[in-house]
């Protein structure tokens, strides 16, 4: 059912008349089986179906996929055969046309159902054959590892990378979900590549931080020296160059692949915003990687991220009753003070009740 249901949407998705709530429901069958993943990747790397489709082909692909398109569209092209006119011939070859425009889009996908599974079992075989590591840290907890090419990689606390046991082939790639701070190993013959859920990083030898917690509103990379490449998952022909001090945010958010369904404000917003990077101004620590250092840091955050931050930080459990101090913005920094200490410093900032159960873990704030 879910693979009928997934063709239904695909279909209506290059047709271009997908909703927005068709393409999330897309977007969650694509990110929840790999098969589905894989199977629509390899689908935007085809080219033009006309570039490909013999008018047998079309028939043929027409035929196969017609039970699995818009049924709204095939009756759409029914009624436009039977609508009167002055003259049936132009109306015969426009429907005909329209239908070509379908089995063509039929095609595209029959073809890339035949070839699956020979992508398939090549990808298996690949990842088989490429024993990988994986490394998470809980909250409360932080670890330093080095990768099989040198790179050393700092991880934050409710962190976790992927990455093969050894770098085979022209490039070096990693999976990382939470934050890292990667200090790369130079080899401009094989460039180093981080993927997060919103983000694809690339670079040759560099130093940056890389923050991409999948429940927090946005992702971030700040360069601190050489120069990184960055992609979007959701729009792959876009790329920016970032140059030391400055850092990326794009916003954390389903992936939109119908993009002629997507306004103009929505695209916007894809992108926050490409910024300096900032420094604490009493001993001009970089506030982005400052966490490496033990340092905790708030610059002017409502105290909902501030909450967030702290549970990760000491594994522990906000419960806020107090809806006004959610919104309240605190700036401050820690090194390696207590729970305690930092509530008690923070409540001198803006007046709160807490009581802190130590046996549960939780804070809980009236």
């Known amino acids: 059912m879910s693979q009928d249901r997934f063709l239904h949407l695909l279909s209506r998705m290059l047709a271009n008349e997908a909703t927005i709530q068709e393409l999330d429901e897309l977007n969650h069958l694509i990110e929840d089986d790999s098969n589905d993943k894989i199977f629509y990747e390899n689908l935007q790397h085809k ?9 047998y082909r079309a028939n043929r692909a027409f035929e196969l996929l017609a039970p699995k398109l818009t049924i709204s569209q095939v009756n ?4 436009t055969a039977n609508t009167p006119s002055e003259s049936t011939e132009p109306n015969k070859i426009g429907n005909r046309k329209y239908l070509y425009l379908w089995a063509s889009i039929a095609a595209s996908i029959i073809i890339v159902i035949f070839t699956w599974p020979l992508v398939f ?22 670890s330093k590892i080095t990768l099989p090419d040198g790179t050393q990689v700092w991880l934050n606390a409710d962190s976790k990378i992927r990455y093969p046991e050894h770098f085979a082939g022209n490039i070096r790639e990693v999976n990382l979900e939470g ?19 919103e983000m694809n990083i690339k670079v040759l030898g560099t130093a940056f931080n890389v923050r991409a917690y ?7 990379a700040a360069l601190i020296r050489g120069s990184i ?38 695209m ?38 501030v909450s967030e931050e702290m549970e990760r930080w000491y594994d522990v459990k906000f419960v806020i009753h107090d809806e006004l101090l959610k919104k ?37 704030i009236n």
């Open 179 to 197: 934050e890292a701070y990667f200090d790369v190993t130079h080899n401009k013959e094989k460039p180093f590549i981080i993927h997060t859920k």
């Open 214 to 220: 999948p429940n927090e509103k946005k992702s971030e």
């Open 47 to 55: 080219p033009n179906p006309y570039d490909f489709v013999t008018q």
């Open 121 to 142: 079992t090549s990808k298996q075989e690949q990842l088989s054959t490429a024993p990988h590591s994986e490394i998470a840290t809980l909250k409360g907890q932080k």
């Open 328 to 364: 309240k913005l605190f700036t401050a920094n820690f090194n390696n003070e207590s729970i305690e200490d930092v509530l008690h410093f923070l409540k001198l900032s803006y007046p709160f009740n807490y009581t802190y159960h130590k046996e549960t873990k939780t804070v809980t």
């Open 229 to 266: 490449e960055v992609s979007f998952n959701n729009r792959p022909d876009q790329k920016l160059i970032l140059k030391p001090n400055e850092k990326i945010e794009v916003k954390n958010s389903p992936s939109v692949f119908n993009k002629t369904s997507v306004n103009k404000e929505e």
């Open 268 to 305: 916007k917003a894809a992108v926050i915003a490409i910024n300096n990077i900032s420094y604490i101004k009493s001993d001009s620590t970089v506030i982005e990687t400052a966490w490496k250092n033990g340092k905790l840091v708030f610059d002017s955050q409502p105290f909902e991220q």
């Open 76 to 79: 759409r092209s029914e009624s």
